[in-house]
Structure formats: C-alpha cells, structure tokens
C-alpha cells in the first residue's frame, strides 16, 4: 500500500475504475474472452529495454524526503505495459535506451512500477541499437568466462603427428572454400578430383569442432546455451571464442586444419551424374584458396593458369554436378522459393548504411548449396541408421493450410491454379505463374509461397514416426545439419553421432538419453528462432536509418489488400509493409483484390508508386510507405526488375 501511494497517477486518464466485467459490457462489440486461471511457470525475463516517454513527467517528493521524477518507460517490446519509475538523473536518461526491471503491479496503480538496471547508451546509436537487439532477442552478449577459455587449446597450438596420422590426409587435394565476401568463420571447403577409373570424386570438408568442443567441458555447456551465432547487419555475436571460430576451426587458405569429410564418387552418364559411392572419414585439409562466391564464378568464366588450373577444372565439374543434383531434386518435389533478405552497404567511417538491395546471387552460390545439402542428407541417413531412437535430425512439415488455400485463391483470381496435392505438383503450379510482361510477378508468387510455410525444426528421432522425418521444402526423407558447426549446435551434436557411427569416439552418456536430446532440440529451435527474429530487427532499424537521410519515390507491388488498406512490397530496397493512404480517398474490397485509390482501380500484383520514409514513434523505429498518385512505367519483356532477389530460402530461412 505504502508503495502504491509513492506511486499513486496522477497522470491517468480517468479516475474513474470500471470492472473488467463493466468494461466488456460496456462494449458494442462482442467478442469471447477469458480469466487466467493459474500460472504454470513465469517468465524467464527479469529484464526489459526501453526509452523514457518524455512526455510523461513528474516531481514528487519521494518517502525518504528527497525529489524525484516521476516518468514512463516505453519497452523496446510492444507486447510489454509502460512501467513508472522514480529517478533522480531524468536529464541523463531522457534521450537513452535503459534497462529496467519490474518489481509489482498494485491494483491502483494504472502502470506497473518499475527499476532502472542501467544504462546502455544513446538512442538510434549502431552499436546501442545493436545491442538492444540482442539483449531483447535473448541472445547472451556477456564475454566468455575464465573456465570456458580455460577449455581452448593455447595460441600456439599445432597439430600433433598422432592427431594426423589416424585421418586421411587430404592436404595435396584441390582444395577451396567458397562463401560471402569478408567471411572469416569458414565451415566448409570442397574439392573435386578425376580418378583413375575416369569417375569423379568430391569432398565436402567441414570443419572439425567437436575435437575441441569435447562433450560435457565448460565449453560445450556454454556453446549448448548460446545455440547459433547470431548475425545482424553489422556484427556478428559468436557461439564459440574467436581461437576456434576465426582462426583454428576455420578452413583457412594455405593452412593445415583439422576437418570432417564426406566424400562421393560420381560417375557420369547421358542423363547426369550418379553417386556410386559415400564415404565418411575424419580428414586433414589445407585448402589452396578461400574464394568468395564472386571470385569463384569469375575463375569458372574466364579461367585460369598455372596451379589454379586444376583448381578451376575442378570447380567447372562440381558445378556441372550441382546442376545435375539439383535437377534430380526438383524433379523430387524440392521448392525453389524465395526471400526477402536483403544486403546493407555500411558506410566505412561511420558504419551507417548507405544502400539496401536483395542480395545478388550467381552459379557458385548453388555449387556450394547443393553440395551442402547432399553431405546434410547423408549425414542424417548414416547416424539415424546407427542411432535410430535418439538422432537429432531436422523436419519441415507441410505448409499452413489456411495460408496456402488464400494463395491458391488469389492466384485463382488472375487464371493461375495452384496444385496444393504435394511439393511436385505444388512446384510445378509455382513454375507456370508467369506473366512475360511482367518478370516481378513469379518472384512475388513465391515470396509469397514461402510465407506458407511453416518453420524447419530440430527434433529427436524418438519423437516422431519416420513418416513424419520429412523435409518437405527439399523433398528429402531424412535430413539433419551437419555443415555448420562453428556457428549451429546442432552440427556439433551430428558430428558427434557420426563419429559414433564410424566407431571413431564412443558417444557421450548424456547423447544416448531421449529427454535430454529432445530438451536439446526444443533450446536450439528457440534459439534460432530469435536469431531470426534479431536478425529482422537489426535490418528494419538499418532500413529507418537509411530512409531517414534520404526519401525514396519507387515502384512498388501490391501483395494483398485488407480492409485496412495495400500490403506492398518494393523490390528495390526489399522494404514492405501497409502503404498510408492518409488524406486520400481510398475503398479497399479485400473479396475483389482491388483498392480504389483517388478515383483509380489497384489489383493484386498491380505496380504502384510510393514514398518510403522513416519514422521514430515511442522510440520504436518504423519505416512507412506512402501512397503516390504517380503513373508506373510499361514493364518490358525480359525486363529483371527483380534480378537481385536472392533465392536462397534455403539459407535465409535456416532449412
């Protein structure tokens, strides 16, 4: 009571108190409602971000007879009430972005009473934003301790002569990694090379973590609490120290490492490639080159000479390979979908973007993916066939069915029939939704096809019937991640069972336990989740700070129109959301596709002209698009408006 009266409103709106029963009465429009009836388990958040809202505040004298202000702060979360605090450094905090924590609710008081933990820095500043992010998204930012450091190997360390001599030793092989300009944790390297029976064989090396992260060390608890890594557009925040991430884990060029391999040989016909052999084996590498996708693309094009000419003819046949790999999955089913990932350029000095677009992709990208794919389903065929109850694989379910049948009507609209039956007949449908004059529009359909799907997870093996094993987006019976383990648990954990399975380490106790997999697998399904979720965060606040220095008038597409007005995207920029029609008159028919806008009829697919600028309301960061009644120029034949959508789904969506 003593502390509801320190905080007694005299800010609120009213005095006067209705009954939450009075309130619903009170109400012209039903709608079903319920009363919590117990609580299982509190939140495991004690901690909350936000902003003072400034104009809320008041002095009071406090208890203890000294002067406070009394103010609300606004969470960085939608989802979580404004909090009153009492502080003494008002003129400190005003302009920050704090930490605070709430301690009761009275119920006279209209706001929960709250904390200040500390402050973290300055609004709309990169790195304080950045952090907000990750400490929001539940990512763990805090250093790693004196004990998990203790687990690492010394900077000096080399590989010993026994360590070498129980691997195949793959050191003279061609062997190159291939990945994003700047990338300094490098998982995975290939290599392709003619055998003597006029075969081919290739190697998919990733790199060996699990011989430093030992099972059950400080180390291991550590990277089986942080899950991932955690990208936002600027910065990166590691599961594992830099030792292992950036320098002995990494499969550096010129450089003996440590790597787990699946090797294949191909044999080529008339109709492609066909695998005629696997083999798994702890390895030795040191790759001749780490190559970006840029430069690897460049090399296939035009060539090259001297060493590199072995290097070059083996990444024209893994190419070659790849093609015919993926040819044989899509005819399985597997989707070609699309995202709307994009790619910030940062300004040097000031590390503020100065551009967004979608990523641009080119041959190499799908080199390195196949080839990614096929070691990830052999992996999970190989360690489930010795482990079958307690496996950690990854399962896509169908897509939503709801979601799916309103696709499959809007596209029915505009003459296209969407085959919902199974992953080919669905793929084949997404194939025939071209306009010619129009090359935006089967980008769209299956940016929107991939908002139907539902999201890949991890799962124990004795969780589910094998039917229920499916990865529907690869039409793959059986799939696991095994391809990443610098920066995914889970590769840690397959690289541990496949060790199991070729009786080169025996499986640690915990790993032959159900409910610890499957506890296992519930952590790193969260984990990834919110460093999706941090991830989208970090390129909407880099996507206001862009528009915020500079307006855009461009060419948008309409997605879908509700009651409450056009859902749009931009293909230049990858932005998208309500376009505001504030001041204009407007009729939207959500059951008809269109929206009338100033007199003039808009459908499903239509290009429109909007404004994007950038708004910073409650300290929340929102870019907007604004409606402009501006003709859109005649799309030409052949026209790749969206050449730079990047159709990696696979990737961004961390199937």
């Known amino acids: 009571k ?4 320190k905080y007694s409103d005299p800010i609120a709106e009213t005095k006067k108190q209705f009954s939450l029963w009075e309130k619903i009465r009170a109400q012209k429009e039903k709608f079903a409602c319920g009363v919590v009836v117990g609580i299982i388990r509190k939140s495991d958040k004690l901690y909350y971000c936000g902003s003072i809202d400034t104009s809320q505040k008041e002095s009071i004298k406090g208890t203890d007879g000294k002067t406070y202000t009394r103010t609300v702060v606004i969470p960085y979360d939608v989802r979580i009430p404004r ?10 905090l005003y302009d920050k972005r704090i930490i605070v924590t709430i301690d009761s609710w009275p119920k006279e008081s209209k706001y929960p009473l709250g904390n200040i933990v500390r402050t973290i820095g300055k609004q709309q500043d990169v790195g304080v934003e950045s952090e907000v992010i990750l400490l929001e ?12 450091l203790d687990c690492l ?4 360390y080399t590989i010993s002569p026994e360590e070498i001599s129980g691997r195949r030793d793959c050191r003279s092989y061609p062997v190159c990694s291939i990945d994003p300009i700047g990338c300094k944790d490098i998982d995975d390297a290939l290599h392709c090379r003619k ?14 973590v699990s011989h430093y992260v030992k099972a059950g060390s400080d180390l291991d608890k550590e990277a089986s609490k942080r899950c991932t890594t955690v990208y936002l557009v600027e910065k990166r925040t590691d599961m594992l120290p830099s030792l292992l991430t950036e320098n002995l884990c990494s499969l550096v060029g010129k450089k003996e490492r440590l790597a787990f391999s699946v090797f294949w040989e191909f044999e080529k016909s008339s109709t492609g490639y066909k695998i005629i052999k696997t083999d798994y084996a702890k390895s030795i590498i ?14 296939i094009e035009k060539g090259a000479t001297g060493d590199k000419a072995i290097l070059v003819e083996g990444i024209r046949t893994m190419l070659a390979i790849a093609r015919s790999l993926k040819e044989t999955r899509n005819k399985a089913g597997a989707l070609t979908l699309a995202s709307t990932e994009v790619k910030f350029t940062l300004s040097a000095e000031t590390h503020n973007p100065t551009d967004v677009s979608f990523y641009k992709t080119v041959d190499t990208h799908s080199l390195v993916e196949e080839f990614m794919l096929l070691a990830n389903v052999a992996v999970a065929a190989k360690i489930y066939r010795h482990y079958p109850s307690y496996s950690v694989l990854r399962r896509h379910p169908t897509p939503k069915i709801d979601q799916m049948n309103e696709l499959g009507e809007t596209l029915k609209k505009f003459g296209f029939k969407l085959n919902e039956k199974d992953s080919i007949a669905f793929g084949e449908s997404l194939d025939k939704a071209v306009k010619p004059e129009d090359p935006v529009f089967n980008k769209l359909v299956r940016i929107m096809a991939t908002r139907t799907m539902n999201q890949a997870v991890y799962f124990c093996t004795s969780d589910f019937d094998y039917k229920d094993f499916n990865h529907y987006g690869l039409a793959a019976p059986i799939y696991t991640h095994f391809t990443s383990p610098i920066r995914r648990y889970a590769d840690i954990l397959a690289h541990r069972l496949l060790a199991a399975a070729l009786d ?5 106790e915990q790993m032959t336990s159900r409910y610890y997999v499957s506890a296992e697998c519930n952590q790193m399904n969260k984990k990834h989740r919110m460093a999706q979720f941090a991830g989208r965060a970090s390129s909407v606040f880099h996507s206001y700070l862009l528009f915020k220095e500079k307006k855009a008038t461009v060419e948008a597409v309409i997605m879908h129109i509700t009651a409450e007005g056009i859902f749009a995207i931009v293909p230049r920029y990858g932005v998208e959301g309500l376009v505001s029609a504030a001041g204009l008159k407007a009729e939207y028919k959500p059951t008809e596709y269109t929206a009338i806008v100033e007199g003039k009829k808009h459908c499903v697919f239509d290009h429109i002209m909007v404004e994007i600028t950038a708004s910073n309301k409650d300290s929340r960061f929102i870019v907007k698009l604004e409606y402009k009644a501006l003709d859109v120029k005649k799309h030409k034949p052949g026209e790749e408006e969206m050449k730079d959508i990047d159709e990696q789904y696979l990737r961004s969506h961390n199937f």
Not at 2 to 5: F, L, Q, R, S, T
Not at 83 to 92: A, F, G, N, S, V
Not at 139 to 146: L, N, Q, R, T, W
Not at 504 to 508: D, G, Q, T, W
């Open 2 to 5: 003593e502390e509801a009266e």
């Open 83 to 92: 909090i009153m605090i009492l502080t003494r450094k008002y003129d400190e």
């Open 137 to 148: 998204h539940g990512v763990e930012i805090s250093p790693f301790s004196k004990k998990v």
């Open 153 to 156: 190997p010394g900077e000096d």
């Open 195 to 208: 055998l003597p029976n006029g075969n081919y064989e290739v190697g998919v090396h990733i790199a060996d």
């Open 286 to 299: 040191k790759s001749v080159a780490a190559l970006n996708y840029y430069e690897a693309q460049d090399m």
């Open 504 to 508: 080169l380490e025996s499986l640690a």
